[in-house]
């Protein structure tokens, strides 16, 4: 019976975390865009969830998503260089359960 030494076993640990950490790197690239067009064509703003249901349709996110896997959008909005405001609307997502989300906008 073979064992990995640990010092193996961190490595490739610490290898596939990079791994998934350019791999979310490369997926927020991809949401920049869709903010910030729909940001431009709605100019009573966006949320999370409009964000979300265009990104579904181009399937860069998957319809259902577990837990807090979609928790990183907001850094999305900021990135994308919305100006979050005071506002708050009821996402329309399923998932979301009807949770309220800020209301982003082109700066």
């Known amino acids: 019976m073979s064992h990995t030494p640990t010092s193996l076993q961190l490595g490739f640990q610490a290898l596939a975390e990079t791994e998934a ?3 979310h790197q490369r997926l927020i690239e991809k949401l920049i865009p869709i903010a910030q067009g729909l940001a431009r064509v709605r100019p009573e703003g966006v949320i999370v969830a409009d964000v979300r249901r265009e ?5 860069l996110l998957p319809a259902k998503a577990k837990g807090r896997e979609l928790a990183f959008l907001g850094a999305v ?3 994308a260089g919305l100006v979050s405001t005071e506002e708050f609307r009821r996402s329309d997502v399923d998932a979301s359960h009807g949770n309220l989300q800020r209301v ?3 700066a």
């Open 104 to 106: 982003w906008r082109r």
């Open 21 to 23: 950490r350019e791999a």
């Open 55 to 59: 990104a579904v349709r181009h399937g």
């Open 77 to 79: 909005m900021q990135k």
